[in-house]
């Protein structure tokens, strides 16, 4: 394993990257495609396909295995005592630039809640996730007291977006990313504004084999 902190935004957010993080993520690959097909996310505006990982499916023990060996860092780089899983799925982006829906076109948060973190283990070889400030509001992380503004500025915005956002663009300024290299694991607060690079010639298969794979884990810290 190889790791690296590295601090986002005006804010300094913790973003913990550790390189190799399992040695074998072919193992993880081939619990996924045990899986598939994978059924379409349901919920939120996540762009492709989502397999949920529960207790007592054979892919749960390597989440298990993967939030203990991780622990250490997300206790150091946090400086929290301990967490708690809410949820974890394996996650496929299908959706071609061409058919999103608004608000799929722009950085996202997954929760104002600044206690919880996405976990990421990358099992494909992609450019990865970056993170942005909203230019017209200069929101980095999303919490109760800018939901609002936030919201309000990515509606008026919206229309005039197309496809993914891979780089800055006149409403949202990249502040950061991580490549999304094979075995890579990605930890960061989800109310930070992000959104996975997703080049126009992206292969979006829906075969966990070949398209982009990912593992998506959220956690509750704890102090």
């Known amino acids: 394993m190889t790791p690296a902190l590295h601090h986002i935004g005006a804010a300094r957010q913790p973003v913990i ?5 399992t040695g074998a ?19 939120n ?11 007592g499916d054979a892919a749960f023990d ?15 780089g946090f400086d929290v005592g301990g967490f708690e899983l809410i949820e974890a799925s394996f996650s496929m ?13 722009a950085p996202h948060f997954d929760s104002i809640d600044p206690d919880q973190v996405a976990v990421m283990h ?3 070889e992609t450019p990865g996730t970056a993170f942005y400030r909203q230019r017209a509001t200069g929101i980095e992380t999303v919490d109760a007291g800018n939901v609002a503004r936030f919201v309000a500025a990515a509606t008026a915005a919206a229309d005039t977006m197309a496809g993914y956002t891979n780089e800055s663009n006149a409403h949202y300024e990249q502040i950061g990313a991580v490549a999304g290299h094979i075995d890579r694991l990605a930890i960061y607060r989800g109310a930070m504004l992000h959104s996975g690079i997703i080049p126009p010639d992206a292969v979006l298969s829906d075969d ?3 398209g982009r794979l990912t593992t998506n884990i959220f956690l509750r810290l704890r102090p």
């Not at 505006?45 to 207790?55: F, M, T």
Request: aromatic share 10%; net charge negative; glycine share 6%.
């Open 93 to 105: 982006v299908t959706a071609a630039p061409d058919a999103l829906d608004p608000a799929q076109r």
């Open 62 to 76: 390597y989440i298990e295995r993967l939030l203990q060996d991780a622990a250490p860092f997300i206790g150091g």
């Open 45 to 55: 505006y996540y762009p492709g396909l989502r397999q949920p990982i529960v207790a």
């Open 122 to 124: 990358y099992l494909s």
């Open 25 to 43: 993520p072919q193992v993880a690959v081939s619990l996924a495609a045990a899986t598939a097909p994978f059924p379409r996310a349901a919920g």
């Open 17 to 21: 990257v550790i390189d190799d993080f």
């Open 208 to 210: 966990p084999r070949t």
